[in-house]
């Protein structure tokens, strides 16, 4: 059957676990489908001394030294399962510098030194894979990269992160508020102690970078994306939405417009009740893409998790080793072959809901549309309640389609009226599907 390809690990946690676990369970499918054997040699990890039963009486060799794996010249795929900034880029480039093929699950190198990686990777002849980096095991880059090809893509959006979609499930369906549904996020292992990255939305926002830069073909940084989490979302946003027939979701969203160009960003969304993303619950991720001649798809899944991730990282492996094979490295290179402008955030278009505590009295409900008005904001509905016990209303307002900059101005103008106490939230809508 020819040589077998000999792959080196970097990680051992639950992702590297995973990987071990698909390798040994599929063995015999993915031999046949590679056409040679692949034998995991080396694992990278902190503490030599820890326990490790899935890698027990496996001959795989444990290590602390990563030129132990780097240095030796059986080692032909270097699978890279760190995660974090540094040192997992350096020794990524080290193993590629190595002639070593890479695959990775690392959003972070790959959001914030995606043009390294690729740029070595080509002057090397090696492969650098990253499938598992966004959607865990859903399949998303290599549809991008290859499968959608015959497209212009003009808008992407997805659920990437599932801590937030759990966590806003449950405010949806049990009518907790933030605080709340944390602290049972993290019981339940889905949100860290520090849960930072994921419910300011930046752990979104590195996979909004990725995958505007594979969609549209044009390098997106990090610091390209405009980012919101979801920590100002209370339990009295998520019953206005449903009364008017939304859901909120914290959504990555990536828009290539020829007339404004290129608009990634990341933050809470009314969605209609009818859109495919909607009924996307837990934690469950998705991508919905629109492409001129596809139409709309979506790639649906589970985002996170030992087995599904190592799906996507295994698969990768598969990949390079009939490149291997094949003798053909980095058929389908960097993609972002293009330098579109990017849309800045004040002339972004959106919807917007907006919730105020105002005075109630009369009047107020006029001064209310006047400040919107002489801001150039069109209002499409408005909603007053009265507070029970307050002499103090509700104002809830959603627009119609406004550059950010005007209801920016707008809720500047509200903020200074004697009758508004408070600016409560302003969430922008999705009213495509509306």
Known sequence: MG?????????SGTVGSGVVKVLEMNRREITERVGRPLELKKVLVRDTGKKRPFLEGKGIEITDDINAILQDPDIDIVIEL???????????????EAGKHVVTAN???????????FDTSEKQDVDFLFEASVGGGIPIIAPLKQCLTANRITEIMGIVNGTTNYMLTKMSEDGCDYATVLKEAQDKGYAEANPSADVD???????????????FNTRVQLEDVSVE????????????A????????????????????????????????????????????????????????????????SLPTASAVVSDVIDVARDIIQGKFGRVGCTCYEQKRLCPLEKTVSSY?????????PGVLGVIATAFGDAGVSLKSVIQTSLKVTDHAEIVAITHPVQHAKIEEALAVLKDLPVVDEIRNMIRVDNERG
């Open 229 to 240: 989490g979801i920590t100002k979302i209370t339990p009295e946003d998520i019953e206005y």
């Open 201 to 215: 939305g930046l752990d979104a926002a590195r996979k909004a970078a990725i995958l505007a830069s594979l969609a």
């Open 242 to 305: 449903t009364d008017l027939g939304y859901v909120i979701k914290l959504l990555a969203v990536g828009k290539d417009s020829e007339a404004d160009g290129v608009d990634v960003r990341v933050h809470p969304v009314f969605l209609p009740k009818s859109h495919p993303l909607a009924s996307v619950n837990g934690v469950f991720n998705a991508i919905f893409v629109r492409g001129n001649a596809i139409g709309e798809a979506m790639f649906y899944g589970q985002g996170a998790g």
């Open 82 to 96: 760190m995660g974090g900034l540094h040192p997992a880029r350096e020794y990524m480039l080290r193993a590629m």
């Open 353 to 361: 809901y907006v919730r105020l505590l105002v005075d109630d009295k």
């Open 3 to 11: 040589k077998t390809i000999k792959l080196g690990l970097l990680g």
């Open 107 to 117: 959003k972070d190198v790959v959001a914030q030194f995606g043009q390294d990686m």
